[in-house]
């Protein structure tokens, strides 16, 4: 996430930096060695099958199990080794993203329409039929990541979603991740993580056939191996590091601005945070507040160096100004607090979702609260990509259904475009039909006389 050249240099003097990111390269760069790795790990496992994806397990993540699979008992009794307070914030998490899109859902509607007589035409929302969900579960596992990917791919009505997680230091599941599975109407969960999961789903190597669709946030080796998978099996999206731009004004109050920039920087050491503001003195309240929060925060370690290294605050003059460099950066996650969040939500166009006003904050997404996907575009993917949803499980499936009467209109303009591209084919898949249909017309007007 970072500003473009031609941006800055037509806004020149319309702005200037309070703060500026220590590294000047983007956050999330395509890594020689890793794209080698996944390469090399792929043509293995698509060669060996099981037998590497077992190797890989053993090598990188010190599991030695032979079957990858949970029990249908392990994972229907997830949730009765959790503290009752966490099995209920995830049940309330799964049914708040499954309402979500269960609303989208009754907004994809099919339809036909008549373009003109004897030209029907329509669309049908066709869900796909299976769906390879990666749920992570490292250092922070994501337990929320189930409802976006597993749940709202049920909501679309996909038959079959199975899940890898990765193995805990102790050889088994994250509790937590199973059981959001679970609650969110998971067929299968495998013990499995990484390359070779993703590779394993793809390939068909888990006593399934291969998905169709991957979907789920990963470290670069996962992203990379979505990337190199992509065509063989659709993707959700290519996520980098997790980001955060909030817009702010004289309005705000510092402290939470500064508590929201820190809670998307702590996903990793190079998930950057960025603050647009029209008030030097907030943007300068701003910056002593994360150095303050910063001091007490036990994920400091990660938080801080994104802050330091990626972490940029920019003044704008006026609000034109403002917009313009937020559409620039094109954020993942953006908060606006400002007198003017009406002003900003019309004009605003590029972004993974936003949240409006003082009391929304990313987290609630995150962690399923508000309902939203949490799965979006990084590294001004916005401007041009939406994020995971009820749709992108779905397939818009034209079709057509031409009638006799309706043929003589569509034929001929067929005939005289394919004769002067020179595809004769094409042309005499016209030529013939307008030949026997004047040959029945002419039947009739005999079996008229």
């Known amino acids: 996430m970072r500003y473009s050249t031609p941006l800055l240099e037509r806004l020149q003097g319309s702005f200037h930096h309070l703060k500026l990111p220590l590294i000047d390269a983007p956050a999330a760069q395509r890594d020689p060695a890793v794209i080698d790795t996944v390469t090399t790990m792929l043509r293995d496992i698509e060669t060996r099958g099981l037998d590497a994806v ?113 193995p805990q230091p102790g050889g088994g599941a994250n509790d937590a991740v199973v059981y959001a599975a679970h609650v969110s109407g998971v067929d299968r969960v495998f013990v499995l993580g990484g390359v070779q999961a993703l590779a394993a789903m793809a390939f068909g190597l888990l006593g399934e056939l291969p998905v169709d669709m991957l979907v789920g946030a990963g470290n670069a080796y996962v992203a990379e191996a979505k990337r190199q998978l992509f065509g063989a099996v659709a993707i959700d999206l290519l996520a980098g590091p997790s980001e955060v731009a909030v817009l702010s004004d004289e309005t705000a109050d510092p402290e939470i601005v500064a508590a929201d920039l820190l809670g998307q920087a702590e996903h990793g050491s190079n998930s950057p945070a960025a603050l647009v503001t029209t008030s030097e003195e907030h943007g300068n309240a701003v910056i002593a507040a994360v150095e303050r929060q910063l001091e007490g925060l036990a994920t400091e370690p990660i938080a801080g160096p994104a802050w330091r290294d990626y972490g940029v605050v920019t003044v704008a003059h006026d609000r034109e100004t403002a917009a313009a460099l937020i559409d620039d950066l094109a954020p993942e996650h953006l908060e606006v607090i400002t007198a003017d969040d009406d002003w900003y939500h019309d004009r605003l166009r590029n972004y993974g979702s936003v949240f409006l006003g003082p009391w929304s904050t990313v987290a609630y997404s995150d962690k399923g609260m508000a309902g939203t996907n949490h799965v979006l575009p990084t590294a001004g993917g916005a401007k041009h990509s939406a994020g995971l949803s009820v749709s992108r499980y779905l397939k818009p499936l034209t079709y057509q259904r031409v009638t006799r009467e309706a043929t003589p209109a569509l034929a001929r303009a067929v005939q005289i475009i394919s004769d002067s591209e020179g595809m004769a084919a094409h042309s005499a898949t016209a030529t013939r039909r307008l030949a026997i249909y004047a040959d029945t017309v002419g039947a009739e007007n005999v079996a008229s006389r």
């Open 54 to 166: 077992r190797d890989f397990s053993r090598a990188l993540d010190n599991d030695n199990r032979d079957d990858f699979e949970l029990s249908a008992a392990d994972i229907a009794t997830s949730g009765d080794r959790l503290p009752g307070d966490l099995r209920e914030a995830i049940q309330l998490g799964s049914e708040r993203t499954q309402a979500f899109a269960r609303e989208q859902r009754s907004h994809l509607v099919d339809f036909e329409t008549e373009l003109r007589p004897g030209l029907v035409t329509g669309a049908r929302y066709v869900p796909v039929t299976r769906v390879g969900a990666y749920l992570p579960a490292g250092r922070f596992p994501l337990t929320a990541s189930a409802f976006m990917t597993v749940g709202v791919a049920k909501v679309a009505g996909v038959s079959t979603v199975i899940a890898c997680t990765p």
